[in-house]
């Protein structure tokens, strides 16, 4: 079946750029996606880049998709102490608008 | 404001007892979705239904059921069946591809 991986951790300083990688195998995939889980709440959708785009910005947040080796990751530019949190990476396939999900990767920022 | 709603936010079931998660959105999608979120683990998918009156199994479904009688609601029933139940469920809704909106989710324990 379909698989996602993300590496677990990643600390930064704030002000420092962070780069959180994710690589997928379902190469149907339409749309891959970027949540963040803030403790005790519900995921929310940050940003998600077609499956034909190379690279997407909205603001501080920049998606690079490499198909070929169906790699994506997420900067987030000037990472403040409010990005502290866990990110999702998701992708749908074309099976009933499913997606698949990674672990999710815990980002600290330290002041 | 459109969204999901989840009740309740905490739930604590005893031995051999069914309890019901409820999840309302009033955002006109018409897929929704049943995810259970273990500690430092991703998402896997219990149930989810396209339409009105129509459902499929996820990854995860034994010991658990769902009922779509309503676009606006897709409510939970964690069985006796279902022998670990101790999570964080989530549920979500989506129309087309541009991602799932999350509820807050439900924290339910066994005691």
């Known amino acids: 079946g379909e698989d996602v991986e993300q590496s677990l951790f990643l600390s930064v300083r704030e002000g420092d750029s962070s780069v959180i990688n994710c690589t997928y195998t379902?190469?149907?995939?339409?749309?891959l996606y970027w949540y963040k889980q803030e403790p005790g709440a519900g995921l929310q959708l940050l940003t998600y880049?077609?499956?034909?785009?190379d690279m997407k910005q909205d603001q501080r947040l920049t998606v690079l998709l490499n198909k070929k080796d169906k790699h994506l990751s997420l900067r987030i530019a000037d990472t403040q102490t409010g990005d502290s949190a866990i990110y999702f990476c998701a992708e749908r396939g074309t099976n009933a608008g499913k997606s698949t999900f990674g672990d999710g990767t815990t980002l600290t920022v330290k002041p | 404001d459109g969204g999901i709603t989840q009740s309740p936010k905490y739930l604590f079931r005893k031995e051999g007892q069914n309890v019901t998660l409820s999840c309302e959105q009033n955002?006109?999608?018409?897929?929704m979705y049943w995810y259970r979120q273990d500690p430092g683990q991703g998402l896997r998918l219990i149930y989810y239904s396209q339409i009105v009156n129509d459902f499929q199994k996820g990854d995860i479904a034994e010991g658990y059921s769902v009922s779509r009688e309503k676009k606006e609601s897709f409510p939970l029933t964690v069985t006796s069946a279902q022998k670990n139940p101790t999570a964080f469920y989530l549920c979500?809704?989506?129309?087309?591809?541009?991602?799932?909106?999350f509820g807050s989710g439900t924290r339910l324990t066994v005691v």
């Open positions: 955002l006109n999608h018409d897929a």
């Open positions: 880049i077609f499956s034909n785009m």
């Open positions: 379902d190469s149907s995939s339409t749309y």
């Open positions: 979500a809704s989506t129309l087309g591809g541009s991602g799932y909106t």
